[in-house]
């Protein structure tokens, strides 16, 4: 099992829907919950960060993290064909303090 | 303020043969990390500096990669001698905590090793 999961897609989604992006993790002790976007041929870019159990908005973005259930999800509202990327779900803390652990990332179109 | 910045952007060598990746983390972030991306495969941690001192060095993958941060500013990842199974991506990101704190991301190294 690894230790962060994501289903690579790719997630197509028409413009202005609702893309849902999902994870799940193996590490208990996990506590900190990143989302990166990354262009092709760029570097990973911050979107969502999220500690808590429960949701996080941030605009067009909601984070959703449940600890029980070892899940955490992006929501991404009125998509639009700027938000194709690759989406990766990094965790931090328990066993891997400090380092990052990374799914292999969702790939995500939007198409117009 | 200027982000993580790293040096080559892209370098090709051939196999046996050394090459010295750079990163300038942000000015003031003690945490500095390595990460590899290989072809297919998710971002893989290698190593954590904080200032200095070799934090976390469990992800580095053998005796050939060798990983400096002279000065807790800069840091120099060395691959000696390069085989062909170390083509890839590498990242360097820097966060200004370890624990919790946000890692910005490096635009990464190219390397490609024939």
């Known amino acids: 099992q690894k230790e962060v999961e994501q289903n690579s897609g790719p997630l197509s989604v028409p413009e202005g829907a609702i893309a849902s992006l999902n994870c799940t993790y193996s590490?208990?002790?996990?506590?900190?919950f990143f989302w990166y976007r990354q262009y092709s041929g760029k570097s990973p870019e911050l979107i969502m960060f999220i500690y808590s159990n429960g949701d996080k908005e941030d605009g067009r973005f909601t984070a959703q993290l449940n600890k029980a259930s070892q899940y955490v999800s992006l929501l991404i509202r009125d998509s639009q064909p700027s938000d194709s990327a690759t989406y990766l779900c990094a965790v931090n803390g328990g066993t891997s303090y400090g380092k990052l652990t990374f799914g292999q990332g969702t790939i995500l179109t939007v198409h117009p | 303020e200027a982000g993580v910045t790293q040096f080559p952007s892209h370098s090709v060598i051939e196999k046996g043969q050394t090459v010295t990746l750079r990163c300038d983390p942000i000015s003031g972030h003690d945490n500095l990390y390595w990460y590899r991306r290989v072809m297919g495969k998710e971002i893989k941690f290698l190593l954590h500096f904080v200032k200095e001192s070799k934090q976390d060095e469990s992800g580095m993958p053998n005796n050939r990669f060798l990983a400096e941060r002279t000065g807790g500013t800069y840091s120099t990842l060395k691959v000696q001698p390069a085989e062909l199974e170390d083509s890839g991506v590498y990242f360097c990101?820097?966060?200004?905590?370890?624990?919790?704190?946000?890692?910005?991301f490096g635009p990464g190294t190219r390397l490609l090793v024939l």
């Open positions: 990101a820097s966060s200004a905590g370890a624990h919790q704190e946000t890692q910005y």
């Open positions: 590490d208990r002790g996990s506590q900190s």
